[in-house]
């Protein structure tokens, strides 16, 4: 098929279907993360912030260590950046910290990337000139061997109108393109981005930036809490490799081979934030805090936040955080509202999790009770399994369109509040993706779904059903839902 002007022909589309899944499968579990590890997670951006400045400099020729660019950087306000590796790593994090704190409000587009590379370049005495601009002159991207010498890696788009209307139609299409998965858009436009080169200077910088933000406006969040710009500094050989393999055969190349590596790079990078993550939470047990007030509540059920501070001699505001806190991350649970409101300990250990509700031709519906307060489904992930074999993506995105698939949620209280919503299984991912795991964002649970609905008096128990239906008498899939039940 093509993508764009280029071809993508991976060999087993239902590999790279799974491969896809895997990848988006981590932001089900990176919701629960960011709530639980919010302190972790502040630490992990810093440190990925160095390596991922340090490491795209160095690509590019840079010195610096990564203990150099750390001092730099927490020195910015005070030093004379009168070395060139000094101002390319200070425009960099500058640059680096505008995509992760203003990513939502940066469009894919033309003036942009412009105001992107201006900023990459804002400290670069010799760069002056064209910062900001696209290059005046042809720009051969040339690789550094150890001994000095360069080889070409590729030739780019000649200035002037050739690279304004390259760099024209590649946004056209990721901005039109609303069938193609968001990480394999990503890596082509990246590909297409370091094809044209557009500016004079910069361009291998600014493609690692602008990685950053079309993951992070794809929903890859976490992308800012581990360094992509590192794994590409330790497989920059093969990156240079593929690149070549691609952009020898320019134009109508197949760029196959690339966007596997760009999806390798970001499976590394994913077991790498998990294993720093395990890492982190070894080292340290609860904090010291959380676990006072814990043992407070469980010997005191049904305990004011007033009496937690007085107890243990803690400001009221401090203790209504930390309460707020555990209660996200269901540690404790919360009864009433206002001055009433008290708190108890979560019965963290009849929790089920990742448990398995499925629905069949045979069996579409599903019955079950909320018992009493805190009593609680979450619904994760929506697993699709096909009852027909498909050689070709499109045939598993027109099946599912065909179906029509939803699930409908009915709820009533034992004071006789009922509750019913509807749920399309489309509306979860675009069914032209082709993934058989659809991550739901944000979880369906209930019951906070009737609270936010307008039901705030809930009588328990509460009985609850869950129906499979769509627009077909039979259905092509197997309909899996991934729960949390407590």
Not at 77 to 104: C, F, H, M, P
Not at 109 to 126: G, M, P, R, V, Y
Request: charged share 25%; proline share 4%.
């Amino acid at each position: 098929m093509n993508i764009h002007t280029l071809v993508f022909k991976p060999a087993n589309w239902m590999q790279l279907t799974q491969e896809l899944s895997q990848l988006d499968r981590f932001d089900a579990k990176w919701q629960a993360i960011e709530r639980r590890e919010q302190q972790t997670l502040k630490e992990l951006k810093s440190i990925a912030t160095v390596r991922s400045v340090g490491a795209s400099t160095r690509i590019e020729g840079s010195v610096l260590t990564d203990k150099e660019v750390e001092t730099l950087i927490g020195n910015l306000d005070i030093a004379k950046l009168t070395e060139r590796d000094q101002q390319e790593v200070a425009g960099y994090y500058e640059t680096l910290n505008l995509i992760t704190e203003s990513y939502r409000d940066i469009p894919i587009a033309e003036s942009s990337i412009k105001h992107l590379h201006n900023t990459l370049l804002q400290f670069s005495s010799k760069d002056g000139y064209h910062k900001g601009n696209y290059k005046t002159s042809p720009n051969r991207v040339e690789k550094t061997m150890p001994d000095e010498t360069k080889i070409p890696v590729f030739e780019t788009s000649a200035p002037g109108w050739a690279t304004r209307d390259a760099v024209a139609a590649a946004l056209q299409w990721y901005n039109g393109d609303h069938i193609t998965h968001a990480l394999i858009k990503t890596a082509i436009l990246v590909y297409e981005f370091l094809s044209i080169h557009p500016f004079q200077d910069g361009n291998g910088r600014l493609s690692r930036l602008l990685t950053t933000l079309l993951l992070m406006k794809s929903g890859y969040v976490w992308i800012e809490y581990v360094s992509f710009e590192h794994e590409i500094e330790n497989r920059k050989k093969e990156y240079y490799q593929r690149l070549m393999e691609a952009q020898r055969n320019r134009p109508g190349e197949n760029v196959t081979e690339w966007v596997y590596f760009f999806l390798d790079c970001l499976r590394n990078i994913q077991v790498q934030l998990m294993q720093k993550l395990d890492e982190k939470k070894n080292r340290e047990s609860v904090g010291v805090r959380e676990q006072h007030i814990y043992n407070v509540v469980e010997n005191n059920p049904g305990i004011r936040s007033g009496e937690i501070a007085e107890k243990l001699q803690i400001p009221l505001p401090t203790v209504k955080r930390v309460l707020s806190e555990m209660v996200n991350s269901r540690n404790l649970v919360v009864h009433g509202a206002g001055r009433g409101t008290t708190y108890s300990i979560a019965a963290t250990d009849r929790i089920k999790r990742d448990m398995a509700i499925v629905f069949s031709n045979k069996e579409r519906e599903k019955e079950f009770v909320l018992p009493q307060l805190g009593s609680f489904v979450r619904i994760k992930k929506i697993v699709l399994t096909t009852l027909f074999d498909w050689k070709h993506p499109d045939e598993w995105g027109r099946k599912l369109m065909r179906n029509g698939l939803y699930i409908v949620l009915h709820a009533t209280t034992s004071a006789g509040m009922v509750y019913r919503q509807t749920y399309v299984l489309s509306s979860f991912n675009n069914p032209s993706y082709f993934q058989p795991v659809f991550i739901v964002t944000p979880n369906i649970v209930l019951p906070d779904q009737m609270r936010t609905a307008g039901i705030q008096k809930l009588d328990y128990p509460i009985r609850c059903k869950m129906e499979l239906s769509g627009s077909v008498d039979v259905f092509d899939f197997n309909v899996m839902l991934v729960t949390d039940e407590g």
